[in-house]
C-alpha cells in the first residue's frame, strides 16, 4: 500500500476514490426518493409502494452486508470496492430499462448485493493502510461519499428528469458512477489478504461489534425517515419539486461537513460512545424541528434537516472508526458486514412502515414521533452499554488489585 502514499496527491487521490466508492455504493438506492414524484406519476403506484423499494434496498443491503464482509476479507479491499462501482452503473442502467414498475427491483436488487461491499472494503484499506489515531480525517472523507451523491442527486437529478427524462439521467448517472474504474485499479494496488491462521478468520467478534450493530438499526431506522424527506416538503409543506429536492441537497451538503467534523472528534476528543450518544440526542432535537414545520411553517423544516444532517446521517463515520479500531485490519470487512447488517436493516425497514403510516393517516407527523422514538431508543442504548463498561472495569480491576503480589509470597 505505501505506493499510494508516496506524495501528498497521491493521498488526495486515496481518499477521493475511496469516496467515490461511498458514493457508487448508495447513490443507486439514493437517487429514487429524488425522483419520487416522477416515478409516481410514471408507475402509477402509491407512497407504500415507492417505500418498498426503499426496503428491498435496505434490506438486502443488510442480509447481504455480512456476507460482502466476509468476501471483502477474502478478495482484498481493492477487488470488493471495483465490484462495488462497476455493480453501481450497472444498478443505474436497469433502472433506467425499468418497463414496469416491478423491474425497478432487478436494478434495487443489484445496487443492494453490490454496494454492500462498500464500507467493508473501505474500511479494510484504511486498517490496512492507515495508523491508528490517524484514520478520523480519511475516514470522515470517504463516509461524506453518501452525502456527496445524496448532494448530487438532490441538485441534478431533478433537473435532469425535468430536461431529458428520468430514465435517460439515469444512464447519465451510470456513466459518471463506471468511469473512474481503470483509474482506481491504477492508483490503489491491489491488498494482499491476510492469511488464515488456525482458527482466526471464524473466531468470534468482540461484543463491542454487537452493541455499534443495534446502535445502527436504531439510527438507521429513524433515519429512514430522509427517504421520505422530498416528499414531506412536497406534499406536506405544499412546495415544489424543486425546493424538494433542494432539501434533500442540503441534508447531504451540511452532512459531509459533519462526517469530517465528527471523524476529527472522535480521534481527537471523544469516545465512540460519547460521539454515538451526542448523534442520538442530536437526532431527536432534529425530529422536534421537523414537527414543528407542520405547523409552524418550513423554516423549522431548513433547520431540521440541517441538525438531521449533522445527526443522523452523519453517524456511520463514528460506526465505521469504532469497526476499524475493533475489528482490526484481519477482521475489518467482517466487523462492518455486522454492524451495517444492523444500520441497513433499520433503514430498510423504516421507509415502507413509515410510508404506510403516510397512506394511512394522510399525514406525516406519526412518521417524526417513530423516528424520534427510535433515537430515543438509541440513547438508551449507549447509556447501558456505557454503564455496562464501567461496571465491567471496575470488576476486572477488583479482580486484579485483590490478587496477591509477588513479594508478598
Given at each position: ?62 442480509l ?6 466476509r ?10 470496492a ?58 470522515g472523507?470517504k ?8 448532494l ?12 431529458i ?16 474504474v ?9 491488498d ?63 452532512a ?15 469516545t ?30 431548513w ?7 449533522v ?22 470487512g ?12 433499520g ?11 403516510v ?9 417524526w ?21 464501567h461496571?465491567?472495569?471496575?470488576s ?14
Open positions: 500500500m505505501e505506493p499510494v502514499f508516496a506524495s501528498p496527491a497521491r493521498r488526495l487521490m486515496f481518499g477521493g476514490l475511496l469516496m467515490w466508492v461511498m458514493v457508487a455504493g448508495t447513490s443507486t438506492i439514493a437517487v429514487i426518493p429524488v425522483l419520487a414524484s416522477f416515478l409516481i406519476d410514471d408507475f402509477g403506484i402509491s407512497r407504500t409502494e415507492l417505500g418498498g423499494l426503499g426496503a428491498a434496498g435496505g434490506l438486502l443491503g443488510a447481504f452486508s455480512p456476507y460482502a464482509g468476501v471483502t476479507d477474502r478478495i482484498g479491499g481493492r477487488n470488493s471495483a465490484t462495488v462501482l462497476v455493480g453501481a452503473a450497472l444498478a443505474a442502467v436497469l433502472l433506467a430499462a425499468a418497463p414496469v414498475f416491478a423491474a425497478l427491483f432487478v436494478g434495487v436488487i443489484v445496487a443492494s448485493v453490490t454496494g454492500s461491499g462498500g464500507n467493508p472494503s473501505t474500511n479494510k484499506l484504511i486498517a490496512a493502510a492507515i495508523a491508528p489515531g490517524r484514520r478520523g480525517l480519511l475516514t472523507l463516509q461524506t461519499g453518501p452525502q456527496v451523491g445524496s448530487l442527486a438532490g441538485l441534478l437529478a431533478p433537473w435532469g428528469a425535468t430536461v427524462g428520468w430514465r435517460a439521467t439515469l444512464l447519465v448517472m451510470a456513466g459518471l458512477l463506471a468511469a473512474p481503470p483509474f482506481f485499479l491504477r492508483i490503489i494496488p491491489g494482499r489478504p491476510a492469511p488464515r491462521v488456525g482458527g482466526e478468520a471464524l473466531s468470534r467478534l468482540p461484543t463491542e461489534i454487537w452493541w455499534v450493530a443495534v446502535y445502527g438499526a436504531l439510527l438507521g431506522f429513524g433515519g429512514g425517515a430522509i427517504f421520505l424527506l422530498p416528499l414531506f416538503v412536497e406534499e406536506e409543506l405544499g412546495q415544489t419539486p424543486r425546493v424538494a429536492g433542494l432539501a434533500a441537497a442540503l441534508v447531504g451538503a451540511v459531509i461537513l459533519g462526517r469530517l467534523q465528527w471523524g476529527r472528534i472522535v480521534d481527537r476528543r471523544a465512540p460512545a460519547r460521539a454515538m450518544m451526542m448523534l442520538a440526542l442530536l437526532a431527536m432535537v432534529a425530529v422536534v424541528f421537523m414537527q414543528l414545520s407542520i405547523s409552524s411553517g418550513i423554516g423549522w423544516m433547520l431540521g434537516a440541517t441538525v438531521f444532517a445527526s443522523a446521517s452523519s453517524w456511520t463515520v463514528v460506526g465505521a472508526l469504532a469497526v476499524i479500531d475493533i475489528g482490526g485490519v484481519s477482521s475489518a467482517r466487523a462492518s458486514g455486522i454492524v451495517w447488517f444492523g444500520f441497513l436493516g433503514f430498510g425497514i423504516g421507509p415502507p412502515v413509515f410510508g404506510f403510516t397512506d394511512q393517516t394522510g399525514s406525516y407527523a406519526l412518521m414521533w417513530l423516528a424520534l422514538t427510535a433515537f430515543a431508543l438509541a440513547a438508551l442504548l449507549i447509556a447501558v452499554w456505557t454503564i455496562s463498561r461496571r465491567s472495569r471496575g476486572h480491576s477488583r479482580e486484579m488489585s485483590s490478587q496477591p503480589s509477588g513479594r508478598s509470597r
